[in-house]
T-cell receptor, first 116, second 115 residues
């Protein structure tokens, strides 16, 4: 079936370096994507989103890139800090452009560990 | 309180028992969602309410599961005759109808362990 998934289950980076977390999706009808951060014992927290009519969007220290040709999404974190250590999920909302429910389909997650 | 509140945080129950979880959304949010998350996986959608109406249910929501939102405010999720496979984190989220996903706020979840 169609799903949202991640290439790498774990990622370790040195504090101050940039991090790149990747996500592949297979539902070509998806038109809205979100990155979430989940710390231990907490619910997912919104980081940044992007619509399919864009290929790049920047936030504070984060950038999301969307490549619709290869159905690939990435999250770049600049100057990674210890507080960025968490599990990161990409999620898909296929109903965003219509009268959808904002139901989200999540990938499996990548654990980011920041080495001080 | 400005967040989504879930109670209890942890629940251990014996197989075959019934359990009920509660979610209090952000007060002005009219949409409420339940998700299930197993270890190492992303959350999976279970069901969604707009005000008191349950508008979508996942196939994951078997007949042992029931959710209610009687007054359009708090919601309950009940699991009857629990099975070991029901062990998971149950997450609640809420949002306003016209917001994008950045208004989609998750609670910290109820961790269920069925022994």
């Amino acid at each position: 079936g169609e799903n949202v998934g991640l290439h790498l289950p774990t990622l370790s980076v040195q504090e101050g370096d940039n991090s790149i977390i990747n996500c592949a999706y297979s539902n070509s009808a998806s038109d809205y994507f979100i990155w979430y951060k989940q710390e231990s014992g907490k619910g997912p927290q919104f980081i940044i989103d992007i619509r399919s009519n864009m290929d790049k969007r920047q936030g504070q220290r984060v950038t999301v890139l969307l490549n619709k040709t290869v159905k690939h999404l990435s999250l770049q974190i600049a100057a990674t800090q210890p507080g960025d250590s968490a599990v990161y999920f990409c999620a898909e909302n296929p109903s965003y452009s219509g009268a959808g429910s904002y139901q989200l389909t999540f990938g499996k997650g990548t654990k980011l560990s920041v080495i001080p | 309180d400005t967040g989504v509140s879930q109670d209890p945080r942890h629940k251990i129950t014996k197989r075959g028992q019934n359990v009920t979880f509660r979610c209090d959304p952000i007060s002005e949010h009219n949409r409420l969602y339940w998700y299930r998350q197993t270890l190492g996986q992303g959350p999976e959608f279970l069901t969604y309410f707009q005000n008191e109406a349950q508008l979508e249910k996942s196939r994951l929501l078997s007949d042992r599961f029931s959710a209610e939102r009687p007054k359009g405010s708090f919601s309950t999720l009940e699991i009857q005759r629990t099975e070991q496979g029901d062990s998971a984190m149950y997450l609640c989220a809420s949002s306003l109808k016209r917001q994008g996903a950045d208004g989609y706020t998750f609670g910290s979840g109820t961790r269920l362990t069925v022994v």
